[in-house]
Structure formats: C-alpha cells, structure tokens
C-alpha cells in the first residue's frame, strides 16, 4: 500500500534514509535530524513530500519504503516537473512491487499538477536499479553530468 506521509511517519522515514545511505555507501553523508526532516516537510514553507510503502502483514502495516520529491522546473517546456530525490526500499521487502508502486504513484502526482516531466539520479554502480529503471521505460540522460556545490565552496560562492 502507498500513502503520504504524515507527520507521525518522520522517526521511521528518518530511518529509512539511514538505511538508504548505508546501501549507498554513504553514511557519512548523513548529516540531516528528524526535526529537520520534519520542518521541511510539513513546516510551514513544503520543500519536499514523501510517499510511504506500507506491507500490511499480520503484525498490523509496517513502513518498508519511501519516495522522497519534490518540484523543479522545465524553461524549455515552460511546465513544472517533478523530481526524485530518494526512492528506497528495505532489502527484505523488494520484489513485492513496493519500488514499482511509489514511482507509479509520484508519477501520477506529477501528471494531476501539469508536470512535463519526471526525473531523478542513480548511482552507476547501481545496476539493479538502472535495470529496474529502464525496464520501466526511462531513458539515461547520459550527455548530462550532475554538478553540485556544498559546504565551503557553496558559501563561497554565495558571498
């Protein structure tokens, strides 16, 4: 089952992320708190919105996955988009639909607000992910490179 997020759900996704970041080999990377996570979230300026997946076993739902986006903007379609920045869901949960589902359901998100289109970034080492992407129907953009600024050289840049 997908649901949005609410507030209740930020300790678990919150620990979803962790767990993200360990399979991505980037714990150190994260930095960010649950209060964090939470103001952005539901506070009152929305930087992002998340979707829960939920296995309803017999122990009642359990949270196993999330979808984590929120909107950019296309100059050249003149037409918002949607970007994803997480998608994750617990090892012991996969192959049961639950990836297939949240990327359904963003999707449709995107749709019913006018987006022209939907993108996110994966990791090229991640081969099971650019597998389930493609079989999906995306395509890699691989004339484009991602560029980032953090910390110092971002501050610096703002001066």
């Known amino acids: 089952m997908i649901r949005a997020s609410v507030p209740a759900d930020v300790p678990a996704l919150h620990a979803l992320i962790r767990e993200l970041a360990r399979y991505e080999r980037l714990e150190d990377a994260h930095v960010g708190t649950e209060l964090q996570l939470g103001e952005h979230l539901f506070g009152a300026r929305r930087y992002c919105e998340a ?9 009642g739902p359990r949270v196993v996955g999330f979808a984590l986006f929120f909107h950019n903007y296309s100059t050249f379609l003149t037409q918002p988009g949607m970007y994803l920045e997480d998608l994750f869901v ?3 949960a996969r192959r049961r639909g639950h990836g297939r ?9 995107a749709v ?10 994966v990791l090229h080492w991640n ?3 650019v597998r389930f992407y493609k079989a999906l129907g995306a395509e890699p953009l691989d004339e484009w490179g991602l560029f980032r ?8 840049l703002a001066r």
């Open 112 to 121: 019913e607000r006018g987006c022209g289109r939907f993108e996110w970034a």
């Open 149 to 156: 600024l953090t910390g110092d050289a971002l501050t610096d």
């Open 51 to 59: 979707l829960m997946a939920e296995d309803l076993g017999p122990g």
């Open 90 to 92: 617990l090892p012991d």
């Open 127 to 129: 081969e099971p992910a």
């Open 101 to 109: 589902d949240l990327l359904r359901a963003v999707a449709r998100i």
